[in-house]
T-cell receptor, first 109, second 116 residues
Framework: SQQGEEDPQALSIQEGENATMNCSYKTSINNLQWYRQNSGRGLVHLILIRSNEREKHSGRLRVTLDTSKKSSSLLITASRAADTASYFCATARFQKLVFGTGTRLLVSP | DTEVTQTPKHLVMGMTNKKSLKCEQHMGHRAMYWYKQKAKKPPELMFVYSYEKLSINESVPSRFSPECPNSSLLNLHLHALQPEDSALYLC???????????????FGQGTRLTVV
């Protein structure tokens, strides 16, 4: 299966702290994407990093990609209670977008 | 308009019923997807349509039947489902693609399906 593995499965932090989530995958990819899901509803795209990129920033988000290790990380800086959600990495290969196992993030005020 | 609209939001159906889930986007996207998501699990890919043709079927049971009437609409016809098919069904779309997916996916809010 191409499905990625994420760790930690769950993360609990205080507002203002940074949150780091890691994603590992098994096959070659076109790109890797990160999504957020609130309360089991629709997913919202956060950031896309191409296979020839190593790092990308978007606001408080920083994503890294190491294709030699088949791994990626998502860093959320200065977290807020509103960041509480599930975060998924997704690998794009050919026409498929396959999701990792996800990290549940809880940010307490 | 960057929305993907799914209807209905909730659906309860019996095992002998036939129902349909609908998905609509007006972003000009030419690839559309159905995903199934169980509680506390990641979304699992079911079907991919590219330019209104079914390009990927992830070995989904025939009681799920997708249809793409035009480039803006995607349906999922349901028949003789089992209680274990209860899940959140998510539709997504991406810009037109050839062999590879290079852009972000836009997701609808999903249909929460309960089979009784």
């Amino acid at each position: 299966s191409q499905q990625g593995e994420e760790d930690p499965q769950a993360l609990s932090i205080q507002e203002g702290e940074n949150a780091t989530m890691n994603c590992s995958y098994k096959t070659s990819i076109n790109n890797l994407q990160w999504y957020r899901q609130n309360s089991g509803r629709g997913l919202v795209h956060l950031i896309l990093i191409r296979s020839n990129e190593r790092e990308k920033h978007s606001g408080r988000l920083r994503v890294t990609l190491d294709t030699s290790k088949k791994s990626s990380s998502l860093l959320i800086t200065a977290s807020r209670a509103a960041d509480t959600a599930s975060y998924f990495c997704a690998t794009a290969r050919f026409q498929k977008l396959v999701f990792g196992t996800g990290t549940r993030l809880l940010v307490s005020p | 308009d960057t929305e993907v609209t799914q209807t209905p939001k909730h659906l309860v159906m019996g095992m002998t019923n036939k129902k349909s889930l609908k998905c609509e986007q007006h972003m000009g996207h030419r690839a559309m997807y159905w995903y199934k998501q169980k509680a506390k699990k990641p979304p699992e890919l079911m079907f991919v349509y590219s330019y209104e043709k079914l390009s990927i079927n992830e070995s989904v049971p025939s009681r799920f039947s997708p249809e793409c009437p035009n480039s803006s609409l995607l349906n999922l016809h349901l028949h003789a489902l089992q209680p274990e098919d209860s899940a959140l069904y998510l539709c997504a779309s991406t810009e037109g693609q050839g062999v590879s997916l290079h852009t972000e996916a836009f997701f609808g809010q999903g249909t929460r399906l309960t089979v009784v």
